[in-house]
C-alpha cells in the first residue's frame, strides 16, 4: 500500500511538472518566437500604438471607415455577443435602428445595407468587415476627405485579404489596416 502511494505522489509530482510547468513554458516560449501574435499584432504609425491588428475598435468621425456593431463596452475590455435571437424584436428593433443610422450617416452609399453593417460579431470586437460593406462606406470616406471615390476604391481594394486557401471563411478587410493606409494619403481627423 505505502508502495502504490508513493508511486502515485511521484506519478503527480512528474505530471505537475510536466503538464503545469513544461508544457505552459514550451507554449509560451514558441508563442514569443512568432513575430507579433504575442502580443496582440500592435500597429504602430509614426512610433506611437494606434491599435491592434486582432481587435475591432471604434474609428471616430466620418472620415474613417467604421468596423462592425459591437455589444461589448467601447472600451474593448469586454466582448461578447448580444446574445439576441434572430426571432427576438429587441434584435429587429436594433438592426432597424442600425439601418436608419447608417442610411442618416451615409445618405449617397447604395440602398442596400450589407448585413455586416447591421449585425455584431459573435466576440463584437471583429477587427474586419466584408468588402461589401468597406466598398457601400467609400461615398461618405471620399467626400469628407476630399478625395476621388474611385481613389478610396482603389485602397479598400488593395486591403481585401481573400479566403484562406480560397476556402476557409469569407473575404474581410481589416478596418485598422484601412484607416492607416487611408491616413497615409490624406491625414484625416483625430
Not at 505505502?2 to 506519478?11: D, E, G, N, S, Y
Not at 472620415?63 to 424584436?89: H, I, K, M, V, Y
Not at 476604391?153 to 493606409?181: C, S
Request: charged share 15%; net charge negative; with cysteine.
Amino acid at each position: 500500500m505505502t508502495r502504490q502511494l508513493l508511486a502515485a505522489i511521484k506519478a503527480l509530482l512528474v505530471l505537475t511538472l510536466v503538464c503545469g510547468v513544461g508544457y505552459p513554458a514550451a507554449v509560451l516560449l514558441v508563442a514569443q518566437l512568432v513575430p507579433g501574435r504575442a502580443v496582440g499584432q500592435p500597429v504602430v504609425v509614426d512610433g506611437r500604438e494606434v491599435g491592434s491588428h486582432l481587435l475591432g475598435q471604434p474609428a471616430g468621425g466620418p472620415g474613417w471607415f467604421q468596423g462592425r456593431p459591437s455589444a461589448s463596452d467601447a472600451s474593448g475590455e469586454t466582448s461578447g455577443g448580444s446574445n439576441l435571437g434572430p426571432s427576438n424584436p429587441e434584435l429587429a428593433a436594433a438592426v432597424a435602428d442600425r439601418g436608419a443610422s447608417l442610411r442618416a450617416a451615409n445618405p449617397d452609399a447604395p440602398a442596400t445595407i450589407p448585413p455586416d453593417a447591421l449585425t455584431a460579431s459573435a466576440s463584437g470586437l471583429d477587427p474586419d468587415i466584408s468588402p461589401a460593406y468597406a466598398l457601400w462606406q467609400v461615398p461618405r470616406v471620399a467626400k469628407v476627405r476630399g478625395l476621388d471615390e474611385s481613389e478610396v476604391r482603389g485602397i479598400v481594394t488593395d486591403h481585401v485579404q481573400e479566403a484562406p486557401l480560397g476556402m476557409l471563411g469569407q473575404a474581410r478587410v481589416n478596418v485598422l489596416a484601412l484607416n492607416v493606409a487611408l491616413d497615409a494619403r490624406t491625414p484625416g481627423e483625430e
